[in-house]
T-cell receptor
Framework: GAVVSQHPSWVICKSGTSVKIECRSL??????MFWYRQFPKQSLMLMAT?????????EQGVEKDKFLINHASLTLSTLTVTSAHPEDSSFYIC?????????????FGPGTRLTVT | GQNIDQPTEMTATEGAIVQINCTYQ??????LFWYQQHAGEAPTFLSY??LDGLEEKGRFSSFLSRSKGYSYLLLKELQMKDSASYLC??????????WGAGTKLIIKP
């Protein structure tokens, strides 16, 4: 099956600093990648959708200048949380959708747990 | 608006059968997904239905009725490891997933 990796798995950073999270599709080309945030005991919240080579589409209420998304290649997307604050502490999950086969399924990465102190 | 409804929590006994229901309203429809998510982990794909009827895959089955905007996930021969949240998601006309809040399934011995 398709594999998506995320790095790092967890990160602790100080308030005001920036954190970059990488999402890679390891064995397929992902034309579209999705970034989700999940707070404890809540469902997934889609933050943005990114297509390779174009600007990400952000969901309502998500600050695009705070959550920078770059989808530079068909196998890599990055999410940078700029000037992180404690309320940004959450579980960030990426998913990727391929270019062939059963193209509607989203393959999820293992997630990145961010704690801002 | 778009909406996915599923129960917040269900409890079942090991070895038994449980059915988790989901009703959906999406702008256009391109299928219904079920994902399993264990605490602290990312979701994993369970099933996809786009046509009416029952899809069986081992101990798990998923059903879809497009006319009723309804789906269910059926889990048989429950095992303790099935304790998890089960997420229902409808795919709209833009191929975006609309997520339900998830059903936390508690399995008791």
């Amino acid at each position: 099956g398709a594999v998506v990796s995320q790095h790092p798995s967890w990160v602790i950073c100080k308030s005001g600093t920036s954190v970059k999270i990488e999402c890679r599709s390891l064995d397929f080309q992902a034309t579209t990648m999705f970034w989700y945030r999940q707070f404890p005991k809540q469902s997934l919240m889609l933050m943005a959708t990114s297509n390779e080579g174009s600007k990400a589409t952000y969901e309502q209420g998500v600050e695009k200048d705070k959550f920078l998304i770059n989808h530079a290649s068909l196998t890599l997307s990055t999410l940078t949380v700029t000037s992180a604050h404690p309320e940004d502490s959450s579980f960030y999950i990426c998913s990727a959708r391929g270019t062939s086969g059963f193209s509607y399924e989203q393959y999820f990465g293992p997630g990145t747990r961010l704690t801002v102190t | 608006g778009q909406n996915i409804d599923q129960p917040t929590e269900m409890t079942a006994t090991e070895g038994a059968i449980v059915q988790i229901n989901c009703t959906y309203q999406t702008s256009g429809f391109n299928g219904l997904f079920w994902y399993q998510q264990h605490a602290g982990e990312a979701p994993t794909f369970l099933s996809y239905n786009v046509l009416d009827g029952l899809e069986e895959k081992g101990r798990f089955s998923s059903f879809l009725s497009r006319s009723k905007g309804y789906s269910y996930l059926l889990l048989k021969e429950l095992q303790m490891k099935d304790s998890a949240s089960y997420l229902c998601a409808g795919m709209d006309s833009n191929y975006q997933l609309i997520w339900g809040a998830g059903t936390k399934l508690i399995i008791k011995p």
